[in-house]
């Protein structure tokens, strides 16, 4: 193999990270023990509120003529609704009671999908009936679709009759008659409402001051006084959604005006302001500078309020009131939210100086026709969907021909907007930017924890960025911000990936094609693993003849004057004979998470596939779908090898199953992003890392149900959270060992003492860095060290178990005596015997032998490579079934298998790390592949149990690997007699305890 240095090797570790019907809903957030009335009997609301009146169907539809009266056949745009509004028999035949001051508001809403794929409710009709007569109040609003929608503007008394048009023209109505006074929202109550589909409805008093609870008052001029509405001259609607304020302004006149994005709120000094702040999906807190108000329902003067989903904030200040004019912030107070973007400006501009409000962001922002069909407002939806985790909600695949770059891909004019948020998926992610035109604004971008959010950030500077999560560091997207006066000499389209492009580590590299900048290689590397990883049709697929790999067909510049087509990159493999069973059989079975298929009865993906290592036969696979088991990440069984412990990485919860039959057992949740599971060899007890949170969750099995015991913290405190990911525990049971992926360092938990260590530095006794993302941990059996693979720094880290000391960093980018060398390693066990390490590398698709013996000449050094698949992942020791073996050959063959799983490919590799049991791996081998599908041995022809039918992506997604019977250190002397007997000595006993 080339030799590559090792300062430039360093930044390969990115190239893995590139590697409806829509119903609706109403909340109210006033008072959430009243009666809900749901008057759709669909089973999917419009309306849920706190006090609503039930209308009578008949009455309301027009005696039966509500098609043809009120849609004019169903062309609702050229409806005729002055004489729709004429008749008495639409508004129960004339004896409708309004009662003082009372109105009836019929107000209609339609969804329509805008250029970026975000959703939005455009104002249809808004008619206010009262005593007099109706009045249209249409024209207040915007003539467009809006995020928020149009807010609703309505007095405490009367009735609302709200109806919603859907995409397919279906029509959702539901009504309310509230009697409490401030903001309530509407909004659709499925993944659609993220994407913009909520609208306030506020609520005012019937006449004179505002005489309910809390805003009868307000703090104007250092003084609680009551307020009058008419006083008032602006409204502003804030939705914190995600990580983004969505802003709507209501003038005095009650005309709105649509503010989109992080808005520059404006008002003059001393003016009157109600906010009406309103949470959708997550809490947050709301902070504004320098202004302070009346908390609703309490004496309390206050400047930040906690939001609470489905939750509303309605306040009054004086403008500037004791600080004069002036700029000042309003932002989440949470850091992460704010630093993922989640703030604005209100601008208090002079007295009468007529301050206007400064529009943020939106989908109606516009790019070159040339460049992308959403426009300059790209959003990514961060889903569960195997492939397009980051999903542009766009779906460029649609789109023009020159634009089909995948489903995590956009291209945006320079100033272009990134929008990240939570869709569709079940745990916390961050949004961390990987990749970006050097010097680039705003660059770089990162969260420093794991949050159900988003981001949103301004891409200024032409060139190629993309993104990841830091606790599932394969969620990728991809945004080309392109030049459009940048083409080809025929004038089309050349899209700017930039001249220099700097990673997350701070290395910079070249896009200049050359034969001689190893820069420009990691480069094409980069580009083609990125569209490998997020476009499922590049998995492998061994049931294939051969695989192909395909970038979109469309021409990029590089280094700012060279331009290349993408599909110079593309590749075909030749997969015939590249299935074989290993020669000897091993011995009980093994188990493969796959962690991407697709089946029937789910909407979330993963199965646990069970495969026969006797006849290498595939016996079963659990999908669980009466939990709607989401990606399953890794297991482990308890001491009888009964149960399976099975934990869901995209989600919050730790399953268990029965491990004959499959049966699901329990469920538990236990915190966000539950990644690998182990028991304590001494106790049973099952131990679940939290990847999303900073601790580890302790279960204890008992009679078919879970129970937590307690979460026990990784850091001291005052220390950063550490978000642990794959850890071990030793087979004496007396320590665990975490690797904390957001503090790049390591954690040593002590059972009997209850206390915690981490990595440390010899020299000054304080923590010490083991590598960037550290991801997974192994003990080694005798228990004098442990091993931490440090995915993006491509390290694996050798450290004293007793004393904490890091001991030494194995470079696994340089290269080894075969001349080869890896990157981005992720699992990484050592044997039971304590002499070898198999690591799964997931950049390089390889896989490496490590001698971890210290009688060894070159321990703790690699001593080979082997090679592996796309996303090369999980790995763990299973035994071989050494009674296939000649009693007299039996010394001569090493008692174990390594099994390695791989995300983005369908098959199991199986290594031998010592085929002739001589103590050095140099000579380790592939043993054999097993297709991970249903016709896996086409010579077998009985089929798996299942518990749910498999639809695609069959075999896929290979991450956590488990082998029955256990057999480490610590757990294979608790096995059953009936496992033991099957055993060789050598087997039972690897560190020979007994002699």
């Not at 705003?442 to 993104?467: C, H, R, S, W």
């Not at 790995?875 to 079934?881: C, Q, T």
Request: charged share 20%; proline share 6%.
């Amino acid at each position: 193999m080339k030799q590559i240095s090792s300062n430039i090797i360093l930044c390969l570790f990115a190239a893995i990270l590139l590697t409806s019907t829509l119903p609706t809903a109403l909340y109210n957030s006033l008072d959430s023990d009243k009666k809900i009335v749901d008057s759709d009997t669909s089973g999917q609301p419009i309306i849920k509120t706190a006090e609503a009146s039930e209308y009578n169907d008949q009455d309301y539809y027009d005696n039966g003529n509500y098609d043809n009266n009120y849609y004019d056949n169903g062309n609702y745009e050229k409806g005729n609704y002055d004489d729709m509004y004429s008749g008495n028999g639409y508004y129960d035949n004339g004896n409708y009671d309004y009662g003082k001051d009372s109105k009836k508001h019929q107000v209609t809403v339609k969804i329509e999908r805008l250029q970026n794929g975000q959703y939005a409710y455009k104002m249809v009709k808004h008619i206010a009936i009262d005593k007099n007569g109706p009045t249209d109040l249409t024209d207040r609003y915007s003539v467009d679709a809006t995020i928020p929608g149009p807010s609703i503007e309505i007095n405490k008394g009367d009735t609302l009759i709200l109806k919603s048009i859907l995409e397919n023209n279906e029509v959702k109505v539901d009504s309310i008659k509230p009697d409490e006074v401030g903001s309530i929202e509407y909004s659709a109550d499925d993944f659609t409402r993220e994407l913009g589909l909520f609208g306030a409805i506020i609520v005012h008093p019937n006449s004179g001051t505002y005489d309910y609870p809390g805003l009868e008052k307000g703090l104007v001029d250092g003084e609680i006084q009551k307020i009058n509405p008419d006083d008032i001259k602006k409204q502003f609607v804030l939705f914190m959604v995600g990580s983004t304020f969505w802003g709507m302004e209501i003038d005095e006149n009650h005309k709105q005006t649509p503010l989109w994005t992080n808005p520059t709120l404006g008002s003059d000094l001393g003016d009157l302001v109600q906010f009406h702040v309103l949470g959708s999906g997550h809490d947050h807190t709301f902070h504004l500078h320098a202004h302070r108000w009346l908390d609703p329902g309490t004496s309390d003067i206050i400047d930040v309020k906690t939001i609470h989903p489905e939750d509303s904030h309605d306040f009054i200040v004086k403008a500037g009131q004791f600080v004069g004019a002036g700029h000042w912030q309003y932002h989440c107070h949470v850091f992460a939210h704010m630093e993922a973007g989640m703030m604005g400006i209100f601008n208090v501009g002079a007295k009468n100086s007529n301050t206007q409000s400064v529009a943020g962001a939106s989908p109606y922002d516009q790019a070159s026709p040339s460049t992308a069909t959403q426009g300059n407002f790209l959003t990514f939806g961060i889903t569960d969907e195997p492939g397009t985790w980051f999903r542009n909600v766009a779906n460029l695949d649609s789109a023009a021909p020159q634009l089909h770059l995948g489903g995590s891909f956009g291209i945006i004019n320079p100033g272009g907007t990134a929008h990240f948020v939570m869709t569709d998926t079940n745990t916390v992610h961050t949004v961390t930017s990987l990749l970006w035109p050097k010097g680039a604004a705003n660059m770089p971008f990162d969260q420093i924890t794991g949050y159900q959010g988003g981001a949103i950030v301004k891409l200024e500077d032409p060139g190629l960025y993309v993104f990841t999560c830091k606790v599932h560091p394969y969620m990728f997207a991809g945004a080309l911000v392109d030049d459009p006066q940048t083409t080809n000499p025929n004038g089309s389209p050349a899209y700017d990936v930039g001249e220099q492009l700097q990673l997350a580590n701070g290395v910079v590299l070249n896009t200049q094609p050359s034969t001689t900048d190893p820069t420009f290689g990691i480069f094409t590397s980069l580009v083609k693993t990125f569209f490998k990883v997020t476009n499922i049709h590049n998995w492998k697929d061994y049931t294939q003849p051969t695989y192909i790999t395909e970038l979109p067909p469309v021409n990029v510049t590089l280094g700012g004057n060279t331009i290349v087509n993408l599909t110079a990159l593309n590749t075909e493999e030749d997969l015939t004979g590249k299935l074989f069973d290993p020669k000897i059989p091993g011995l009980g079975e093994v188990w493969v998470d796959t962690q991407f298929e697709i089946t029937e009865g789910k909407s979330k993906p993963g199965t646990a596939t069970r495969i026969n290592t006797g006849t290498w036969e595939i016996e079963r696979k659990v999908s669980l779908p009466e939990i709607n088991m989401n990606h399953p990440h890794n297991m482990w069984t308890d001491k009888d090898q009964n149960v399976i412990y099975q934990t869901m990485w995209f989600d919050q919860r730790l399953a268990v199953f029965d491990r004959e039959t499959g049966e699901f057992i329990d469920v538990f949740n236990v915190g966000d992003a539950p990644s690998h599971v182990i028991t304590n060899p001494l106790t049973d007890l099952a131990y679940v890392a939290l990847n999303g949170e900073q601790g580890v969750a302790e279960l204890e099995l008992s009679d078919g149900l879970l129970d937590l015991l307690r979460i026990i913290p990784m850091q001291k405190s005052g220390q950063d959270p550490t978000h642990p990911h794959g850890h071990w525990i030793s087979a004496d049971g007396s320590k665990m060992v975490t690797p904390n992926a957001l503090t790049a360092d390591s954690t040593i938990y002590d059972f009997a003492s209850d206390t915690i260590q981490r990595t440390i530095d010899s020299t000054t006794g304080k923590d010490t860095s083991t590598g960037a993302v550290p991801i997974a941990t192994a003990i080694r059996p005798q228990g004098d060290k442990y091993y931490v693979a440090n995915l993006l720094d491509s390290t694996i880290s050798v450290v004293n178990l007793e004393t904490g000391e890091l001991l030494k960093n194995i470079n696994l980018l340089e290269p080894s005596p075969d001349g080869d060398y890896a990157a981005l390693p992720i699992q990484t066990p050592v044997d039971p015997t304590g002499k070898f390490m198999v690591t799964a590398n997931t950049l390089t698709a390889n896989i490496t032998i490590v001698n971890t013996d210290p009688d060894s000449p070159n321990t703790d050094e690699v001593v080979a490579h082997l090679p592996c698949d796309p996303g090369c992942h999980g790995a763990n020791f299973g035994f071989k079934d050494l009674s296939q073996v000649s009693p007299q050959d039996r010394d001569k063959v090493y008692p174990y298998y390594a099994y390695v799983a791989s995300k983005f490919s369908n098959a199991l590799t199986v290594v031998d790390p010592d085929p002739n049991n001589d103590g050095d791996g140099s000579d380790a081998k592939i043993a054999g592949r097993i297709l991970l599908t249903e016709d896996n041995n086409p010579s077998i022809s009985s089929t798996y149990e299942s518990d749910d039918d498999t639809m695609a992506l069959d075999g896929t997604g290979g991450q956590g690997v488990l082998a029955i019977p256990n057999p480490y250190p610590g757990w294979v002397y608790n096995l059953p007699e009936y496992y033991t007997d099957m055993l060789t000595m050598e087997q039972q006993d690897p560190l020979h305890l007994n002699g």
